[in-house]
């Protein structure tokens, strides 16, 4: 099975601020990463999918890159929306995983 | 539009089966590539990975818990069941449907099940 190590845990920014989440992963995965945005109560939603791809309707902002077995969720330009908890998950092999996640949280 | 939806029972006894129907619509799963997987999310934890079912109708399982698990499909009713047995206090969780194409793009709202006696 392929582990994810996802950090930080927990992140304080402050609106405007550029942050960066990693993920690693225990093998490669030729870029099959994904990164979800997860609001309290809500389901996940995408918003990057093969490592650096932007989902539909997602803000620019929001950018992925890496390969091989790390990758990075960036986010230029906080806004007060965007607190939230982030995943990164793998769809290179079954099964799939996730990170453990990443708590973003107004500085 | 793509819609998702789970229904199942709120609350299970330990050792109970659990079964859980994904009803969805705006795609079909009989359309080569598509796939549905279960999530689940315990309180105030991560996201984990279940199972999944393809259009070919292959199946692919958790390692820790394929012996529990079983994902089926009914095309022409637009659902996939999950049925988990044993249920434990520990399986207490939201549990989630979604479909993937490039990752999990369309995600049902989510169902609680709680495991108590």
């Known amino acids: 099975d392929i582990q994810m190590t996802q950090s930080p845990s927990s992140l304080s920014a402050s609106v405007g601020d550029r942050v960066t989440i990693t993920c690693r992963t225990s093998?490669?995965?030729?870029?099959?990463l994904n990164w979800y945005q997860q609001k309290p109560g809500k389901a996940p939603k995408l918003l990057i999918y093969?490592?650096?791809s932007l989902q539909s309707g997602v803000p620019s902002r929001f950018s992925g890159s890496g390969s091989g077995t790390d990758y990075t969720l960036s986010i230029s330009s906080l806004q007060p929306e965007d607190f939230a908890t982030y995943y990164c998950?793998?769809?290179?092999?079954?099964?799939?995983?996730f990170g453990q996640g990443t708590k973003l949280e107004i500085k | 539009q793509v819609t998702l939806k789970e229904s199942g029972p709120a609350l299970v006894k330990p050792t109970q089966t659990l079964t859980l129907t994904c009803t969805f619509s705006?795609?079909?799963?009989?359309?080569?590539?598509?796939?549905v997987s279960w999530i689940r999310q315990p309180p105030d934890k991560a996201l984990e990975w279940l199972a999944r079912?393809?259009?070919?109708?292959?199946?692919f399982y958790s390692t820790s818990l394929k012996t529990r698990l079983t994902i089926s499909k009914d095309t022409s009713k637009n659902q996939v069941v999950l049925t988990m047995t044993n249920m434990d206090p520990v399986d207490t969780a939201t549990y989630y449907c979604?479909?993937?194409?490039?990752?999990?793009?369309?995600w049902g709202q989510g169902t609680l099940v709680t495991v108590s006696s």
């Open positions: 079912i393809d259009w070919d109708d292959d199946k």
């Open positions: 093969a490592a650096s």
């Open positions: 093998q490669s995965i030729s870029s099959y």
């Open positions: 998950q793998q769809s290179y092999d079954t099964p799939y995983s």
């Open positions: 979604a479909r993937e194409l490039w990752g999990f793009d369309y």
């Open positions: 705006g795609f079909s799963l009989s359309t080569i590539g598509m796939r």
